[in-house]
């Protein structure tokens, strides 16, 4: 049996740079049934649940900065929890009512890699995370691991997540490259000259860092790069369902 076609969205909201009155109209055009979120703050977060409430009854926020995560949804959520499996940067673990199945959605967004000697690596701790997350989604199938990951698709961590099981979404039915990466200039200090002539302003994306991992039975259809939010990231969108 094939159950209903649902559309999932990650989106890295840029810890408050998404601003409401730009973010709130993305997501409703969007029409995603399932969306988690990244980096959302305070505001962002009160936003989403007053302007959102009815087309998604059922959520759970957990708002705080580069830490701060979310799941909207459409369907029941049945249980929610942070996974501690960081010091800086919790994820989220959100058990899902899919039309009958019991769907584990996942949150994640592990800290970036270092410069090292060898080039960029993740430290032990965040790399552990990775591995945790991607154990997780495995062993509670059907499951989604969506987010900001910080490492780029031909890299050899890509590779450690495929090797478990997982499948990119993107891989099995992207429409193009999936560019996500930057949008905008960030607000760092060291950039300050490049800042004051571009921040703000829109760029072309490099980089495919968000994803949208899943596990069998699930399967994708379409994989595609959402609407500007006024982040420094795209949201990453993806048509799947359970076949059985």
Known sequence: MILKPFTVMTCNVGNNRAKP?????????SEADLIGFQELSHEQAAALESELGIAYPYKALFPGGFAGK????RYP???SEQLELSTVRPDMLVKIDLAGSLLSFIVAHPPPPRPHWRGLKF?????EQIISLANIAVEQPPAILLGDFNLADWWGE???LRSTGLKDAYQEAGIDRGHTLPTRIGPW???LALNRMLRGLPLLPVLRVDYIWFTEP???TQAWVGKDTGSDHLPVMAKLHIEE
């Open 21 to 29: 009155e730009k973010l709130i109209p993305v997501v409703q055009e």
């Open 218 to 220: 699930l399967v994708c």
């Open 158 to 160: 890509h590779a450690y």
């Open 123 to 127: 430290d032990r701790q965040t790399w």
């Open 189 to 191: 200090k060291r950039m």
């Open 77 to 79: 959520i049945i249980q």
């Open 70 to 73: 979310a799941v909207l949804s």
